[in-house]
């Protein structure tokens, strides 16, 4: 079946620095999206990506799902502790299976 | 967004017993919703998945015997722990979701079995 692998699964990030995450499958996608649960809530959307190649910023995130729709990245620049929490991607409508990618911000 | 609420925020139970979380889309109608159980300090997983009208789909290793799921109307959906054990201790969050579109999640209901 469909398996979604994020990468790295934790980072400790220097606030100010930049940090990639990675969502990988093992089957082409029909749309990847991106949540963000900080410590003690629940995740929340943050963007859904559709198209081949595309590529989507939301302020200081930039999102991009690759041309085979197999894989997408969301990096951040300059870092800031609100950027603490863990980034979950969903493939298909369905959760990654894995545990995110826990952001550490250190001050 | 949209808004999806639980009920209870949180419950302490007695092993044996039995506990009813609910799960409701407020302002959108909610043909799947999710419900998901979460660790300290880890992933969400996934348990079931459930259409408005027709049985559940479990994922592997969750018993459906343990956890009844309810999608009874559009805008709600229940989860029930039967018998539940202190190993049932957990974070439960759903989703709910309209056709195509993005999951929107409930705030999480915390179920500890003593």
């Known amino acids: 079946g469909q398996q979604v692998m994020q990468i790295p699964q934790y980072q400790h990030v220097q606030e100010g620095e930049d940090f990639t995450t990675y969502c990988n499958s093992s089957?082409?996608?029909?749309?990847i999206q991106w949540y963000k649960q900080r410590p003690g809530g629940h995740p929340v959307f943050l963007i859904q990506?559709?198209?081949?190649?595309e590529v989507k910023k939301q302020k200081r995130l930039t999102f991009q799902f690759g041309e085979a729709k197999k894989n997408s990245s969301l990096h951040i620049t300059a870092t800031q502790t609100t950027d603490v929490g863990t980034y979950f991607c969903?493939?298909?409508?369905?959760?990654?299976f894995g545990k995110g990618n826990q952001v550490v911000v250190i001050p | 967004g949209a808004v999806v609420s639980q009920h209870p925020s949180r419950v302490i139970c007695k092993s044996g017993t039995s506990v009813k979380i609910e799960c409701r889309s407020l302002?959108?109608?909610?043909?799947?919703m999710f419900w998901y159980r979460q660790f300290p300090k880890q992933s969400l997983m996934l348990m079931a998945t459930?259409?408005?009208?027709?049985?559940?789909?479990?994922e592997q290793g969750v018993e459906k015997d343990k956890f009844l799921i309810n999608h009874a109307s559009l805008t709600l959906s229940t989860l029930t722990v039967t018998s539940a054990h202190p190993e049932d201790s957990s974070f439960y969050i759903c989703?709910?979701?309209?056709?195509?579109?993005?999951?929107?999640f409930g705030p999480g209901t915390r179920l500890t079995v003593t």
């Open positions: 089957t082409t996608l029909s749309n």
């Open positions: 302002d959108f109608q909610a043909t799947t």
């Open positions: 969903s493939g298909n409508n369905r959760l990654a």
């Open positions: 989703s709910a979701r309209s056709s195509g579109r993005e999951q929107y």
């Open positions: 990506l559709v198209k081949s190649g």
């Open positions: 459930s259409n408005e009208g027709s049985k559940a789909t479990y």
